[in-house]
């Protein structure tokens, strides 16, 4: 049971290059999230999505793309990386309804020089 | 504008005592949900706690309550007995938004340290 696994753990980009982060979950749920965290600043939502095919732009959505073509992936794009994009970054799932609470992976630590 | 606020970048606390962590928030939906979770230094995500503002009663999950006052719109995080494995990063988080598209926000999280 594998739950929400984040593919890669750890990753070194130049500025300018491109990069795919990949979330799967396999508990089937309908929510997605993406958020990243720095120092000081908690886990700000960069982007989430609500079921297959549909996405929706969080707090800081700026730079950063998503997909969700299948239910149990949820893709998050870096088109043209920037140092102000090193961070940690933590995909979430949510089974749908009210009172549920979100399964975390265990984060990405991204560092762009 | 901040959805989540939470004042206090560090607390310490004594081993056994209880500590309460502060949590505001801002909404203007009717349904809302409050979360807490912990990050310890290991870097994971874990799941305490969780109240529906619909909820008449306090959560409680062991140690951990939730004292939630909706016309205040605060929801703190009471920790009962601290234990050194307490030490940790501790976020509040509201889930909201109309119909279908609950989003789940954060606040930037109080550091706590339990002190033997």
């Known amino acids: 049971n594998a739950g929400v696994t984040q593919t890669p753990k750890f990753r070194v980009l130049k500025t300018g290059q491109s990069m795919t982060l990949l979330c799967a979950q396999d508990?089937?749920?309908?929510?997605m999230y993406w958020y990243r965290q720095d120092p000081g600043m908690g886990l700000r939502l960069i982007h989430y999505?609500?079921?297959?095919?549909?996405?929706a732009k969080g707090e800081v959505p700026d730079g950063y793309n998503v997909s969700r073509l299948k239910k149990q992936n949820f893709l998050l794009g870096l088109e043209s990386a920037a140092p102000s994009q090193t961070s940690v970054y933590f995909c979430?799932?949510?089974?749908?309804?009210?009172?549920?609470?979100?399964?975390f992976g265990q984060g990405t630590r991204l560092t762009v020089v | 504008a901040q959805k989540i606020t939470q004042t206090q970048p560090g607390m310490f606390v004594q081993e056994k005592e209880a500590v309460t962590l502060d949590c505001t928030y801002d909404?203007?939906?009717?349904?809302?949900?409050l979360f807490w979770y912990k990050q310890p230094s290991s870097g994971e995500m874990i799941f305490l706690i969780y109240?529906?503002?619909?909820?008449?009663q306090n959560a409680t999950e062991g140690r951990y309550s939730l004292n939630f006052q909706k016309a205040r719109k605060s929801a703190n995080l009471v920790i009962s007995a601290s234990q050194l494995g307490d030490s940790a990063m501790y976020f509040c988080?509201?889930?909201?938004?109309?119909?279908?598209?609950?989003?789940?926000?954060f606040g930037t999280g109080t550091k706590l340290q339990v002190i033997p």
């Open positions: 508990m089937n749920h309908e929510y």
């Open positions: 988080a509201m889930r909201e938004g109309p119909g279908g598209y609950q989003k789940v926000t």
């Open positions: 909404t203007s939906d009717q349904s809302y949900g």
């Open positions: 999505s609500v079921g297959e095919g549909t996405t």
């Open positions: 979430a799932s949510r089974k749908w309804g009210r009172d549920t609470e979100a399964f």
């Open positions: 109240q529906g503002s619909y909820d008449e």
